[in-house]
């Protein structure tokens, strides 16, 4: 079951599922973090090509608060994207 659906800056649909939810709370900042996963999507201020994975985009913005990134990585299979993990970095990398 998904957790959300949403467009993001390129118009791909991405979602959230309950199994990768529950990944991602197992970072303990991520506590409450789900509006900021959905205005990460919608309104990255950095998208980058992961290292290896040609199907893996990183999703950052800013997070005032605690002055770091809030990074979502995200995969594409069969035209629709779906969260693996996210949690918070330093800087974008």
Do not use: C
Not at 11 to 40: A, C, F, N
Not at 64 to 80: A, T
């Amino acid at each position: 079951m998904n957790i959300f659906e949403i467009q993001d800056k390129t118009g791909r649909i991405i979602y959230l599922t309950e199994e990768r939810w529950v990944h991602i709370l197992k970072h303990p900042e991520m506590q409450d973090s789900l509006d900021k996963i959905e205005k990460t999507l919608a309104f990255p201020q950095s998208l980058t090509p992961h290292s290896y994975d040609k199907n893996i985009r990183n999703y950052y913005f800013f997070v005032k608060e605690n002055r770091k990134f809030l990074k979502v990585i995200v995969k594409y299979l069969n035209g629709k994207g779906f969260v693996i993990t996210a949690y918070i970095v330093e800087k974008i990398q």
